[in-house]
Protein backbone atom coordinates (compact mmCIF):
# COMPACT_ATOMS: atom_id res chain seq x y z
CA UNK A 1 0.00 0.00 0.00
CA UNK A 2 1.03 3.40 -1.01
CA UNK A 3 0.50 6.55 1.77
CA UNK A 4 -2.02 7.45 -0.74
CA UNK A 5 -4.12 4.34 -0.68
CA UNK A 6 -3.80 4.08 3.56
CA UNK A 7 -5.32 7.65 3.70
CA UNK A 8 -7.69 6.81 1.51
CA UNK A 9 -8.20 4.07 3.57
CA UNK A 10 -8.61 5.81 7.03
CA UNK A 11 -10.67 7.85 5.77
CA UNK A 12 -8.75 11.31 6.26
CA UNK A 13 -9.60 14.53 4.35
CA UNK A 14 -7.12 14.68 1.41
CA UNK A 15 -6.41 17.22 -1.85
CA UNK A 16 -3.64 17.42 -4.27
CA UNK A 17 -1.80 19.20 -6.73
CA UNK A 18 -1.30 17.77 -9.81
CA UNK A 19 1.64 14.70 -8.00
CA UNK A 20 1.68 16.90 -4.40
CA UNK A 21 -0.50 15.11 -1.92
CA UNK A 22 -2.23 17.28 0.69
CA UNK A 23 -3.36 15.31 3.74
CA UNK A 24 -5.56 17.26 6.59
CA UNK A 25 -3.37 17.21 9.62
CA UNK A 26 -4.06 15.03 12.78
CA UNK A 27 -3.08 12.51 14.49
CA UNK A 28 -3.44 9.44 12.13
CA UNK A 29 -2.43 11.47 9.03
CA UNK A 30 1.45 11.60 10.78
CA UNK A 31 1.16 8.27 11.88
CA UNK A 32 0.44 7.02 8.28
CA UNK A 33 3.26 9.86 7.05
CA UNK A 34 5.53 7.70 9.78
CA UNK A 35 4.37 4.51 8.31
CA UNK A 36 4.93 4.99 4.91
CA UNK A 37 8.77 6.59 5.66
CA UNK A 38 7.61 10.07 4.33
CA UNK A 39 8.46 12.15 7.19
CA UNK A 40 11.72 13.94 5.59
CA UNK A 41 9.72 14.76 2.78
CA UNK A 42 6.35 16.06 4.50
CA UNK A 43 5.77 19.97 5.21
CA UNK A 44 3.17 21.96 6.77
CA UNK A 45 1.29 24.57 5.76
CA UNK A 46 -2.07 26.31 6.61
CA UNK A 47 -5.17 26.43 4.04
CA UNK A 48 -5.66 30.00 2.90
CA UNK A 49 -9.57 28.94 3.04
CA UNK A 50 -10.35 27.08 6.03
CA UNK A 51 -7.10 27.52 7.72
CA UNK A 52 -6.80 24.52 8.86
CA UNK A 53 -3.36 22.74 9.31
CA UNK A 54 -2.49 20.13 6.43
CA UNK A 55 0.59 18.56 5.86
CA UNK A 56 2.24 18.13 2.03
CA UNK A 57 3.83 15.27 0.37
CA UNK A 58 5.40 15.65 -2.85
CA UNK A 59 4.77 13.02 -5.74
CA UNK A 60 2.28 10.94 -3.21
CA UNK A 61 -0.97 11.61 -5.43
CA UNK A 62 -1.36 8.27 -7.04
CA UNK A 63 -3.63 9.05 -9.67
CA UNK A 64 -1.32 11.49 -10.85
CA UNK A 65 1.79 9.36 -10.83
CA UNK A 66 -0.33 6.86 -12.70
CA UNK A 67 -2.02 8.84 -15.12
CA UNK A 68 1.79 10.60 -15.89
CA UNK A 69 2.74 6.81 -16.32
CA UNK A 70 0.27 6.01 -19.32
CA UNK A 71 1.25 9.04 -21.15
CA UNK A 72 -1.98 10.82 -20.12
CA UNK A 73 -0.54 14.00 -18.62
Do not use: Q
Not at 33 to 39: E, F, P, Q, R, S
Not at 41 to 65: K, L, Q, R, S, V
Amino acid sequence: MTLYTDCVEAGLKIDHHESDLYIKDGYKARELVIKNDKLTFMTEFIDNIDHEDWIEIPFAYDPWNEKKEVGNV
